[in-house]
């Protein structure tokens, strides 16, 4: 379903906007009282921004999207208005310490899972509302054996033959089944867990899954491709194979199955980020071609189990992203800072990409920047689309709110290469003690991205294992540049 509504922001709308959106609802797999409920919350932020966006008096446009993919619903409610401290907002949405959790006088407890709040500078503002249609845990009704941890040494099973194909709807449960076996309720992606998601996003193609189907019918292996950027890229990941059946070359397969499907596809490339817990999955992507464009340091909570590899974690995930390409690189041009040409030289030389610097400027006027919390990951993702003039102090402000409100540890900054106003913006960024990881070939519609990430606890070199010298490499590079911008903080 995807539907959507222009109005202008007369409050005697309101009334033929709220039958709108409660008939669009109740098309939905909802219950009555949570049509009730998500209606009454989506009619009053419509109110308030036909109230609050534009000057009184002044005729203003405000749009309403209804769209259902992949199992999950998003209602977004967008003006055209007076600017607002969307930093400020969005940081009030996620704080621990807020006391209460009704907005726009409606009780938002249980009725969505995720709001925020979307700022597009001088073209207005936007309020996203998420959630989920299917929030049935795997945990929910599955008996004891289906749930159990798998030993750390299981005998293995007898040599068989296995079948590597595309998942089918009614094998998501034991999706699902496997990724708890194997991780426990530590899966960085908590979608996983849900059978009817996961069916839902490969009915839709957000996600496409292949497993290794043992001779019994019993799912024994899984690995997705994941279509989570705005770029003509793919991530693969949620790997996982039963102990039982390991060294039979599983893992590999269901890859290559994967790959070659995302070889029909009209993408540039494929990425996947490698734990630095171990080196396994690093040496998997440099023999699958991969070539290493950043350090996602600090990415996953600490919390995340590695069964079998790792149980405890004595600070922050950190990964390696690995670029894979699937067409010929063109060349580039970027917009880089002085300190960081050599790096990026070196990244952009292993990539065998073609790539001119650009002359660099200050940017004017408002940037537009959108923020992502992961709170269970304790993360925050700040995307800056354009660069503008006040994006720096924004992303300051916002840092602040979300370290000391929100409790998050973690807060990544993602740039557009293309924009002549990235190096300014970098070096502002770096005085507020963020410091470069890498590059993200294609992740953005323009483009690559350039990565920086602030830390509230400093990462320390030895827990991070590496596999190749370049990795090596780049990682001694981005430490030493936290190091570097954090000290200026002290």
Request: aromatic share 8%.
């Amino acid at each position: 379903m995807k539907v959507s509504l222009n109005f202008t922001n007369e409050l005697r709308i309101l009334t033929s906007v709220a039958a709108f959106i409660q008939e669009a609802l109740a098309q939905l797999p909802l219950e009555a009282e949570a049509v009730r409920k998500l209606a009454a919350l989506a009619t009053a932020a419509v109110e308030h921004a036909a109230v609050h966006a534009y000057p009184a008096g002044e005729e203003g446009s405000i749009q309403l999207s209804i769209t259902e993919q992949g199992g999950k619903l998003e209602l977004v409610v967008r003006d055209f208005g007076l600017p607002q401290d969307i930093a400020r907002d969005e940081q009030a949405l996620h704080s621990s310490d807020h006391p209460s959790r009704v907005l726009f006088g409606c009780d938002v407890e249980g009725v969505v899972d995720e709001m925020h709040w979307l700022g597009f500078g001088p073209q207005g503002k936007a309020f996203q509302m998420l959630r989920w249609l299917h929030d049935a845990h795997v945990r929910d009704g599955a008996d004891e054996a289906s749930l159990t941890p798998f030993p750390e040494e299981p005998p293995l099973a007898p040599e068989q033959t296995y079948e590597i194909r595309r998942m089918r709807a009614d094998e998501a449960a034991g999706v699902s089944q496997l990724i708890y076996r194997a991780y426990g309720n530590t899966y960085f992606n908590e979608d996983v867990y849900y059978p009817e998601r996961v069916a839902a996003q490969n009915e839709h193609g957000a996600l496409v899954s292949f497993v290794a189907v043992a001779a019994d019918g019993e799912i024994v292996g899984h690995y997705a491709l994941e279509f989570d950027q705005q770029g003509p890229v793919a991530e693969v990941g949620q790997a996982v194979v039963n102990p039982a059946h390991r060294q039979r070359g599983l893992l590999n397969r269901m890859k290559d199955a994967a790959l070659d499907h995302a070889r029909q596809l009209d993408l540039v490339g494929w990425f996947a980020d490698a734990v630095c817990v171990h080196p396994y999955t690093q040496k998997s992507n440099v023999e699958h071609g991969g070539r290493l464009t950043a350090v996602e340091l600090g990415i996953a909570p600490k919390t995340e189990s590695f069964r079998g590899l790792s149980e405890q974690q004595s600070q922050r995930v950190s990964c390696m992203l690995y670029f894979h390409w699937l067409k010929s690189p063109g060349s580039r041009v970027l917009f880089v800072p002085a300190r960081h040409r050599a790096v990026v030289e070196r990244i952009y030389q292993n990539l065998d990409c073609p790539f001119s610097y650009g002359e660099s400027a200050k940017p004017q006027g408002h940037g537009i920047l959108t923020t992502k919390v992961n709170e269970g990951a304790r993360l925050a993702i700040m995307r800056i689309a354009k660069p503008g003039a006040d994006s720096a102090h924004a992303v300051m402000r916002a840092r602040r709110q979300l370290v000391e409100h929100a409790r998050v540890e973690a807060v990544f900054v993602e740039l557009p290469l293309t924009d002549a106003g990235a190096p300014w913006l970098t070096e502002q960024l770096e005085t507020a003690g963020f410091g470069f990881t890498g590059i993200a070939p294609h992740f953005g519609v323009d483009g690559d991205i350039l990565r920086m990430a602030y830390h509230v606890e400093p990462l320390t070199r030895a827990p991070i294992q590496v596999y190749e010298p370049f990795g090596n490499e780049l990682l001694d590079y981005v430490l030493a540049e936290q190091a570097r911008v954090q000290s200026t903080l002290e």
